[in-house]
């Protein structure tokens, strides 16, 4: 259904070849918008592995490698305890949210046989229109002494509204027989729900998976918030500190004997290491775009 | 957004419930008994909606009070509208008013219409294969948080990063666009374009996926040159995908980019960083004045969702289609 599933190979009969400068133009826009969107993230990547005589002098590829700010990192232990918290807070809240979500969605299924779940779900649509605001979610998460706790950071955001109507949309686009003929055959909802239903969402729970993950990677404002303990922050806000606000590294050192590498490597290397889990799920996400699962997902 | 495809119609319920079939009188507690164990799908869900979206809703009570935490909300004496009446006064918010309307129009003009000119484009490209290629490209950065975006923005832009070494190089020292006060509202504009347009095309791609190819094919034949096919074919058939974007933009006006603006800041200062959302967030959370932050938190809530109403009731008066 979307043009870049479908292809255009060639060009259709009635349509009589682009000129060359159109071309030539076309072209020189898209590499310019290629260059402007992956430069500077390889750029990044190939610094953080620069020797340190080409950091310092600052160039625009290095060509002398280094792992050194790598090693000094994993020695100095803080940034290693962020990607620890944050791998926690991914795995276990995205396990917890696809539960949680498509729970709701199999309940929220069928409104019109379920006496009260049309206004259920009128409740949930409601929150994608009017969020509550920061001081009353700040006060909810105090009152609830989740504070400095890592569930803060899972709990409160374990549905999201949006995700929940996507996967609600699937289930409802499953063959009625088959669910049907288990209802009729004294399998109770449970049994259907688990052993039928979500073997045919895969689909649609493996790309809500992907997006509840990224979410919960990029965990930021919600840890700045709810935590102070720096051994509970996450990857994001451990490298806000020691990218943005400059703060020096703990224990970055290679050995002690050796000179530290420079900061601008460190910096780099924490960065490559907080993008690494999106870029190696990156292909997974990509392969939905183009199954139509997203279309649907964005269109509602 | 989805209340169309959550009205289809059941086939089961035609079956069981439908005009044609002899009402069969069923009471409500005998419904709710039947399906009782569909109720331990809902419940948990309809709980936790209730505790973290609809109990915080109602925590916003204390923009009526002058709150402070060590009293709680039963301890601190009600105040009636005069948070509202300081927000007017106090120069910080209407700084953070002026921050926020300026930033959000630049994003309407630049921003909103990018990823569609990106969107026909990438259309218009013959090759299959090098299109793909862009879009896997162009889709990435919008996965990337706001604190690794800045982060990578700092190194390729800021004072140090690689723009500033290449003019230095060139005999232009002291280049740093990520700490100028004066271009900062365009910058943010400028790193939301780079994180987000791509996936902003993938809506108007589906919209262009969904036009007949006939159409183009005659027109072609009756002499339409590839400007006027995509000015009076492809162009028309993206407006309701536009329009219904442009009502949601409208209801977020109020709120730009919150992380974006939070981690920078520090580098250019709050006068030209201070935004309604920041405000609330140093006021309450770190200065302490609850009651103030929270009103404005609320009137900014309030007017969005009123905002997003009268945009859906506009679009559908002049015969569009709207979200709900």
Do not use: C
Request: proline fraction near 6%.
């Amino acid at each position: 259904m979307m043009t870049l599933a479908k292809g255009r190979t060639g060009i259709p009969p009635w349509m009589s070849p682009p000129s060359i400068w159109v071309r030539a133009v076309k072209a020189i826009v898209i590499v310019l918008i290629v260059i402007t969107m992956i430069y500077p993230l390889v750029y990044v990547i190939a610094m953080s592995f620069a020797a340190p005589s080409q950091a310092r002098a600052g160039v625009v590829f290095p060509t002398e490698f280094s792992l050194d700010a790598y090693r000094a990192i994993f020695n100095g232990g803080t940034v290693t305890q962020g990607l620890l918290n944050s791998l926690f807070i991914t795995v276990v809240g995205t396990l917890l949210s696809l539960a949680a979500t498509s729970m709701l969605a199999w309940g929220l299924a069928r409104t019109r046989q379920v006496p009260g779940a049309k206004a259920v779900l009128i409740m949930v649509l409601a929150t994608m229109f009017f969020g509550a605001g920061i001081i009353p979610n700040f006060m909810l998460i105090k009152y609830l002494g989740l504070l400095d706790s890592t569930w803060s950071l899972i709990i409160p955001g374990l549905i999201s509204a949006f995700n929940m109507i996507v996967i609600r949309n699937f289930f409802q686009g499953l063959p009625e027989e088959l669910i049907e003929a288990a209802r009729i055959d004294g399998a109770g909802e449970w049994r259907i729900f688990l052993q039928i239903v979500l073997p045919l969402s895969k689909p649609v729970l493996a790309v809500m998976g992907l997006f509840y993950a990224v979410g919960y990677w990029n965990t930021y404002f919600n840890a700045l918030l709810y935590i102070n303990d720096a051994e509970k922050w996450p990857i994001q806000v451990v490298l806000q500190q020691y990218v943005l606000a400059g703060v020096a590294i703990p224990g970055a050192v290679v050995s002690p004997d050796q000179p530290p590498p420079p900061g601008v490597t460190l910096q780099m290397a924490v960065i490559v290491l907080a993008t690494l889990p999106i870029l190696i799920v990156y292909p997974f996400l990509q392969r939905y775009f183009t199954s139509g699962v997203l279309t649907g997902a964005i269109k509602g | 957004m989805s209340v169309k495809t959550a009205a289809r119609p059941e086939t089961r319920t035609a079956r069981a419930s439908g005009p044609s079939a002899p009402k069969r009188k069923t009471t409500l507690r005998q419904r709710v008994w039947r399906e009782r164990w569909s109720y331990t799908f809902i419940v948990p869900g309809a709980l936790f909606f209730l505790v973290f979206a609809y109990v915080p809703m109602a925590g916003n009570v204390i923009a009526f009070q002058e709150y402070s935490p060590f009293r709680g909300i039963e301890g601190s004496p009600w105040v009636g509208f005069a948070n509202f009446n300081a927000i007017w006064t106090d120069p910080e918010i209407l700084q953070a008013l002026r921050n926020t309307l300026i930033i959000a129009v630049l994003q309407l003009v630049f921003a909103f219409p990018a990823p569609i000119a990106l969107a026909l484009l990438l259309n218009s490209l013959l090759s299959d294969k090098v299109k793909r290629f862009v879009q896997t490209i162009v889709y990435l950065p919008h996965f990337l948080s706001w604190v690794i975006v800045i982060s990578v923005w700092q190194q390729v832009l800021g004072g140090g990063g690689l723009v500033a070494g290449v003019l230095d190089g060139m005999g232009m020292p002291g280049f740093d666009a990520m700490t100028n006060a004066d271009t900062f509202k365009l910058l943010v504009v400028a790193q939301g374009m780079w994180k987000d347009v791509g996936w902003g095309t993938i809506i108007f791609f589906a919209a262009i996926a969904g036009i007949p190819s006939d159409r183009y094919e005659a027109a072609a034949i009756d002499g339409a040159t590839p400007w006027q096919r995509t000015w009076h074919i492809t162009l028309p058939a993206l407006v309701p995908v536009a329009t219904l974007l442009l009502i949601l933009n409208i209801g977020s006006i109020l709120t730009v980019g919150f992380e974006q603006l939070l981690l920078q800041q520090p580098m250019v200062g709050a006068e030209a960083a201070q935004v309604l959302d920041t405000f609330v967030y140093f006021r309450g959370v770190l200065g302490g004045q609850w009651g103030v932050a929270t009103a404005a938190g609320l009137l900014k809530g309030v007017i969005g969702t009123v905002l997003v109403l009268s945009a859906n009731r506009l679009a559908k008066r002049m015969g569009g289609e709207g979200i709900f």
